[in-house]
């Protein structure tokens, strides 16, 4: 299991924060936000921790995210 330091940890949830802000609030659910980090988490375990790059990655998933749980 990856180790991540306190900067990135709160870095990973900053990227969360600011993508899920993005979201409709209609839909901005638990299960989105689960899968929102899940998905994070497993970017940064590949290298890519800047929160720019970690924003990205995930807003480009959003949509797929969305149609998987509505």
Known sequence: MPSYSPELIDTMRAALDAVMSKIPADQAT????????????KTAAQGQTSYD???????????????MLT
């Open 53 to 67: 790059g970690l924003v990205a990655d995930a807003s480009d998933h959003v949509h797929t995210i969305l149609s």
């Open 30 to 41: 638990a299960g989105v936000k689960a899968h929102l980090a899940e998905f994070i988490l």
